[in-house]
């Protein structure tokens, strides 16, 4: 409540949404490691991967048995499950690709995107039609070893270029670590597994940014609802429409061009199959200037069915001009928006 209270007021819906995302996703992980709680981890409230060096993430372990045989090798949670007053756990949401009917993880690799969006094109062999994966939020456990100075009484060694984070965690203890810091070798590998570090926090980034996208977009969805119940088109929709028109008219006719429709035009009435020939019957008894709407409205329709959440990603054709469009005519952009738009960096937008 302290953050809506502190809010702008352009800005109040678009941060109420957030906030009940955030919620939401708080319940889910709480429900995923009740578990864990039970069998006596200790649930830990944010992710030690960013900025907490005091414990060691489970990848850098190993048993003294195991490391021997294998220096590769890392503890597994059955391991980890034999001394869980040991072990914190976090559960990190994770984005990836799952077959629609059973869930069953899919690779990128594996789907054939010529295929998006057209069901009656075959993939190419070995591949997976586009239509029959989705993206889901997939919950994963991530242990983490909360008393580095315990280690050596549970038989556990660094593996993995895990002795620099063992110093550390020994030095944030109050020791002066008793091993030497890596040398070249351990050095090279501490410089991969940093690399692997900046892919997760990419990948955290794609997932925080998704998210307050959905939140924009129901607050930009509700301002179109509210632009096309006007009986005269806005500012610059004339403009805006000839342009679009002009340069991209393939969007109109597209498969998911007149999904929004019913949405947009606040009909409930209407179906997604039938929502161009109502238009079209609207048409015929519209005034002049209501004409000019649902033409208007069509175009806005065709480039919102692009404004997918991955959006400030892929940035879909003439989304600045669109963007542009509607903040002439009152709405305030989200930075997630910005993004899309161009003005910020996804980098630029704080996601701790």
């Known amino acids: 409540m302290e953050a809506l209270a502190q ?37 830990l409230d944010r992710d030690p991967g960013f900025g907490d060096d005091s ?24 391991q980890v499950r034999q001394r869980p007053d040991l072990w914190g756990v976090w559960v990190r949401t994770e984005t990836m ?17 010529d295929t998006f969006d057209d069901p009656d094109v075959e993939p190419e062999e070995g591949l997976r039609h586009a239509n029959s994966v989705e993206e889901r939020d997939v919950y994963v456990p991530q242990f983490y070893f909360l008393d580095v100075l315990r280690a050596e009484e549970a038989g556990l060694v660094p593996v993995n270029g895990g002795r620099y984070q063992f110093n550390r965690a020994i030095q944030l203890a109050g020791f002066n670590p008793t091993s030497p810091l890596p040398e070249d070798e351990e050095a090279r590998e501490a410089a991969l597994l940093a690399a692997e570090e900046a892919k997760r926090v990419q990948r955290r980034r794609v997932r925080e940014l998704n998210k307050l996208a959905e939140s924009a977009t129901d607050v930009r969805r509700e301002f179109i609802r509210e632009m096309l119940s006007a009986n005269k088109p806005p500012k610059n929709a004339a403009t805006w429409t000839a342009m679009m028109v002009a340069l991209a008219p393939h969007q109109l006719s597209e498969y998911h061009s007149s999904d929004l429709l019913p949405e947009l035009m606040g009909d409930k009435t209407w179906t997604t199959y039938d929502a161009k020939k109502k238009i079209a019957a609207a048409a015929t008894a519209a005034s002049e200037s209501r004409a000019w709407m649902l033409t208007f409205a069509l175009t806005v329709a065709a480039m919102e069915s692009r404004m997918a959440k991955d959006a400030w990603r892929s940035r879909p054709q003439y989304v600045s001009e669109y963007l542009g469009m509607l903040t002439a005519n009152g709405h305030t952009l989200a930075n997630v928006e910005k993004v899309i738009s161009g003005e910020l960096r996804p980098e630029d937008i704080d996601i701790a």
């Not at 048995?65 to 890392?74: F, K, M, Q």
């Not at 077959?99 to 690779?107: I, R, Y």
């Open 7 to 43: 809010c702008q007021r352009h800005s109040f819906d678009y941060e109420a949404r957030r906030l009940r995302a955030d919620r939401k996703e708080k319940a889910t992980r709480a429900e995923r490691t009740a578990p864990y709680a039970e069998a006596g981890f200790t649930v």
């Open 55 to 78: 414990k060691i993430h489970w990848r850098y372990i190993a048993t003294a048995e195991d490391a021997e045989v294998d220096p590769r090798a890392h503890v597994t949670e059955e």
């Open 97 to 113: 690709y799952v077959e629609v009917e059973s869930g069953e993880p899919v690779e990128e690799a594996d789907i054939d995107w």
